[in-house]
Structures are given as structure tokens and as C-alpha cells.
């Protein structure tokens, strides 16, 4: 290196008997490479740096897709689910709506009809004008379904009791209801004004007639509590039963007794047999019917 000139000198001396070569490099030439070298290597490191972020940020974005991917097709599982549940509650309420009119029970209210479906088909037009994320729609109309059937359940719950209790209620009524022949045998006398076979004059007759051979059996016409087994005057051995809702029924001119007063008995269960005691001309049954103490005819209530 020259001092008076500053400049640096590079001597390549050959192995050869070639002559040697001198390069005089000046001073700012090698501070102008050693700024260029060291900018270089900056940048390099800087780009190197920026290369490792973008790499891993692709990373991350290729991780957020398979998350976010994952939470569609978990928020689509959940959807249909959602769409099985709507189903099935819609179908509930139609098979609850079909036993209530078989039964002749008051309609229940149904959520999931044409007006709520109205609702979301309304939604999924506003939406489809500006459309939102995928993700976002299925998730507002799950959410809307969810409300719908946040509210139907506890409303379905008690519907549902509401429609326990009144079926058992009116099976309680059908059983307490005299509906069924007591006996079997031919009706030789119906209720109302008629003839009286012992004096011949016209007089009123609380009952229906039910003539067979001696000791047919009779049934109970409805479930219910025996009231009274006893002889009484003019209809000898007589079985009064209460059915309840103020219905009771009576059974006349027997031959034999079987169930005694307080005893509980079923519709169509054995109760005594067909005989003539007491007023009769002959072997019957004499059948009344009860309401609320007076008599009505037996007619009214027996299958046609």
C-alpha cells in the first residue's frame, strides 16, 4: 500500500517465468467494495429473515384453512343434526296432532309450520342478495333453528303431559262408561211407557230387558264399585254399581250374587247370574242406567 497515493498494490506473481503483474488499486475503490460486501450481506440475511417469516405464515395460513375447514364441516354436521331434530320435533307434533283428533283433543301448537319456514326461506333471500360467508350462513339459520326449537321443547313438554293426562283421563271416562251388552240374551222390553204384564195398564219402565235361560251370566257394563248387593222389593236380588262422573247402573231379578258391596270390578267382569226373582214373569235380566241419580235410557250408551 502507497501512502502518498493511497492506493493499494496486488502483485500476481506467476509459477512460470512469465513476468509478474502489478494492480495499484486505489483506496475508495476497496471502500466502495467492502460497503457494497457488507450491504450485501445485510440484504442477504434481511431476505433470508423475510423468506423464514413468509414460510412460516404460509404455514399458519395452510393451518387456519384445515382449522377452518374443519369448523365447516363440523358446523355442517351440527346443521344437520340441527335439521334431523327440526324433523323430528315436526313429525312429534303431527303424530301428537293425529292422536289428540283421534281422540277428539283440542289441536296443539305447532312451531315448525309453514309460517316459521317462511321466516327462514325469508332469511336465506335477504342473504342471497349480499351474500355472507358460508360458514356465517349456516350458522345464523342453525341459530335460528335453534331458537325455534328452544322454544318448541318445553312448550312440546307440556303438550305432551297435557296430552298424557287428558288420554288417561278419557280412557278412565271409557272405562267408567257403560258401553258393552251386560248380558247376552234376546231385549223382550225397552225403556219408556209400556204395557204392564201384571195389571195391564200403561206405566213407565226404568230399564231394558234382557230374557235367557236361567244362571247366564252378567257382566259389569263399566269399571267401577259396587255400591249395594242386596234383595230389594219388586226387583229382588239386585247389584248396584258406581262408575263415577255421576253414572251408575243396576242389575235386577238374579239368580246369584257374586261381588259384594265396596268390591272393585272391571268392565265385563262376572258379576252374577241371569235369574226371576222378585216382580217377574220370567227368567231376565232387568238393566239400568244412572245419571246422576236419575234414570236414562240404557240405549244411549250401548254399541249400535
Same mark, same amino acid.
Not at 341459530?143 to 313438554?157: N, T
Not at 288420554?167 to 204395557?195: N, Q
Not at 267401577?224 to 258406581?242: D, E, F, M, N, P
Given at each position: 500500500?502507497?501512502?502518498?497515493?493511497?492506493?493499494?498494490?496486488?502483485?500476481?506473481?506467476?509459477?512460470?517465468?512469465?513476468?509478474?503483474?502489478?494492480?495499484n488499486?486505489?483506496?475508495?475503490?476497496?471502500?466502495?467494495?467492502?460497503?457494497?460486501?457488507?450491504?450485501?450481506?445485510?440484504?442477504?440475511?434481511?431476505?433470508?429473515?423475510?423468506?423464514?417469516?413468509?414460510?412460516?405464515?404460509?404455514?399458519?395460513?395452510?393451518?387456519?384453512?384445515?382449522? #377452518?375447514?374443519?369448523?365447516?364441516?363440523?358446523?355442517?354436521?351440527v346443521?344437520? $343434526?340441527?335439521?334431523?331434530?327440526?324433523?323430528? @320435533?315436526?313429525? #312429534?307434533?303431527f303424530?301428537?296432532?293425529?292422536?289428540?283428533?283421534?281422540?277428539g !283433543?283440542?289441536?296443539?301448537?305447532?312451531?315448525?309450520?309453514?309460517?316459521?319456514? $317462511?321466516?327462514?326461506?325469508?332469511?336465506?333471500?335477504?342473504?342471497?342478495?349480499?351474500?355472507?360467508?358460508?360458514?356465517?350462513?349456516?350458522?345464523?339459520?342453525?341459530?335460528?333453528?335453534?331458537?325455534?326449537?328452544?322454544?318448541? @321443547?318445553?312448550?312440546?313438554?307440556e303438550?305432551?303431559?297435557?296430552?298424557?293426562?287428558?288420554?288417561?283421563?278419557?280412557?278412565?271416562?271409557?272405562?267408567?262408561?257403560?258401553?258393552?251388552?251386560?248380558?247376552?240374551?234376546?231385549?223382550?222390553?225397552?225403556?219408556?211407557?209400556?204395557?204392564?204384564p201384571?195389571?195391564?195398564?200403561?206405566?213407565?219402565?226404568?230399564?231394558?230387558?234382557?230374557?235367557n235361560?236361567?244362571?247366564?251370566? @252378567?257382566?259389569? %257394563? %263399566?269399571?267401577?264399585?259396587? #255400591?249395594s %248387593?242386596?234383595?230389594?222389593?219388586?226387583y229382588?236380588?239386585?247389584?248396584?254399581?258406581?262408575?263415577?262422573?255421576?253414572?251408575?247402573?243396576?242389575?235386577?231379578?238374579?239368580? $246369584?250374587?257374586?261381588?259384594?258391596?265396596?268390591?272393585?270390578?272391571?268392565?265385563?267382569?262376572?258379576?252374577?247370574?241371569?235369574?226371576?226373582?222378585?216382580?217377574?214373569?220370567?227368567?231376565? !235380566?232387568?238393566?239400568?242406567?244412572?245419571? /246422576?241419580?236419575?234414570? @236414562? /235410557?240404557?240405549?244411549?250408551?250401548?254399541?249400535?
Amino acid at each position: 500500500m502507497s501512502g502518498k497515493n493511497n492506493k493499494f498494490t496486488v502483485m500476481i506473481i506467476p509459477h512460470s517465468e512469465k513476468h509478474t503483474v502489478r494492480l495499484n488499486i486505489p483506496m475508495y475503490v476497496l471502500q466502495i467494495m467492502a460497503v457494497i460486501l457488507i450491504i450485501s450481506i445485510i440484504l442477504f440475511f434481511l431476505g433470508l429473515k423475510s423468506y423464514i417469516n413468509l414460510k412460516k405464515e404460509n404455514e399458519m395460513l395452510i393451518s387456519s384453512r384445515l382449522e #377452518l375447514e374443519a369448523v365447516k364441516n363440523k358446523l355442517n354436521t351440527v346443521a344437520y $343434526r340441527v335439521s334431523d331434530m327440526e324433523s323430528s @320435533v315436526s313429525q #312429534l307434533e303431527f303424530l301428537e296432532n293425529q292422536i289428540r283428533e283421534q281422540n277428539g !283433543l283440542e289441536q296443539s301448537i305447532t312451531f315448525f309450520d309453514d309460517k316459521n319456514k $317462511r321466516v327462514v326461506m325469508a332469511s336465506r333471500s335477504a342473504t342471497a342478495k349480499n351474500p355472507p360467508d358460508t360458514t356465517t350462513l349456516i350458522a345464523d339459520e342453525t341459530e335460528k333453528k335453534l331458537d325455534l326449537m328452544e322454544e318448541a @321443547v318445553p312448550v312440546r313438554e307440556e303438550s305432551a303431559k297435557e296430552l298424557i293426562s287428558q288420554v288417561e283421563e278419557k280412557k278412565k271416562r271409557l272405562a267408567a262408561t257403560p258401553s258393552i251388552y251386560p248380558t247376552i240374551g234376546r231385549i223382550t222390553s225397552h225403556y219408556g211407557y209400556r204395557r204392564d204384564p201384571f195389571h195391564g195398564r200403561i206405566s213407565f219402565h226404568d230399564g231394558i230387558d234382557f230374557a235367557n235361560s236361567y244362571n247366564t251370566p @252378567v257382566y259389569s %257394563a %263399566a269399571e267401577g264399585t259396587v #255400591l249395594s %248387593a242386596q234383595v230389594r222389593s219388586g226387583y229382588g236380588r239386585q247389584i248396584k254399581i258406581y262408575h263415577g262422573y255421576g253414572i251408575s247402573t243396576s242389575y235386577s231379578h238374579l239368580a $246369584r250374587m257374586i261381588v259384594s258391596p265396596g268390591d272393585k270390578v272391571k268392565k265385563g267382569q262376572l258379576i252374577g247370574y241371569m235369574g226371576s226373582s222378585g216382580r217377574s214373569t220370567g227368567t231376565h !235380566l232387568h238393566y239400568m242406567v244412572y245419571e /246422576n241419580g236419575s234414570t @236414562v /235410557n240404557p240405549v244411549k250408551y250401548l254399541p249400535r
